[in-house]
């Protein structure tokens, strides 16, 4: 069964979807099957891999019953397919509401897909709204990239109470993948300061892989492609090839845990 992972933080501006693509790109890499869905209204994510409004209602089973399953696209990568987003998620977010199951549709709407793949990434909007909530419902994890800024303590803890909250009332499995740090550049004291800060109170929550502030980022995704795609040699390229493997690991040192002593 694949890992089902959100990739979520309620402020813009802080890596989320530039994480969700380049993780996913280098899972699949890494010869893991990987779909990204994303579930933004802006859809970043789905212009980053160069399919943004390729399919306007790719999710309209978040609200239709006799709606098809989503429907992959691929992307250049190999092994990485994508569920699009597009504007039409801001006008379905409303119609969830009507539901008396409108926290748990979008996991009814990925179910036919997940068997597919070693590894689901949900790429969640800027919010801490209905359509996030789906998504951490959904997963059996959550990634909560953090850029070091001065205000990151302050939105993580927020984050984290919805975490508790969605644990407690819809999802029991949901556990925390990590807080990766972004943005990161040692050449600034207040950036350094802010990740001695989040990793003095998060602790081992934090992963120890950290993604710096790189040009090419940017970059990549305005061609539609993915950092290795783009600029292999790259520091960011690293950074996310690192990350994978840390999250692998971290996945296997878990199951490792849930088994026991062998």
Known sequence: MARVIAVANQKGGVGKTTTAVNLG????????????????????????????????????????DDAPPPRPLATVVPGLELVPGSAALAELEPLLWRREDRCERL???????????????IDC????GLLPLNA???????????????FAMEGLA?????????????????AVAGIVLTFYDDRVALVREVAEEVRSFFGAQVLRTMVPR??????????????LSYRPSA?????????????????RGDAQARAGPG
Request: glycine share 4%.
């Open 125 to 128: 909007p800027p919010s801490l």
């Open 235 to 251: 520091r960011a390229s690293w950074a996310y090839v690192e990350l994978a493997r840390e999250l692998n690991d971290h996945e």
């Open 136 to 150: 951490l419902a959904a997963a059996g994890s959550v990634l909560l990239p953090v850029q070091c800024e001065f």
């Open 214 to 227: 790189d040009i090419a980022l940017v970059e990549a995704a305005s061609h539609g492609l993915d950092i």
């Open 158 to 174: 927020r984050l984290l109470e919805m975490v508790r909250a969605v644990k407690k009332r819809f999802n029991p499995q949901l």
């Open 25 to 64: 790109a280098c899972l699949a890499r890494a010869g893991q099957r990987t779909l990204l869905c994303d579930l933004a209204p802006q859809a970043n994510l789905s212009c980053a891999l160069g399919r943004g409004g390729a399919v306007p209602a790719a999710l309209r089973a978040l609200v239709d």
């Open 107 to 121: 996991r009814k709407a990925l179910a036919p897909l997940v068997p597919a793949y070693d590894v689901v990434l």
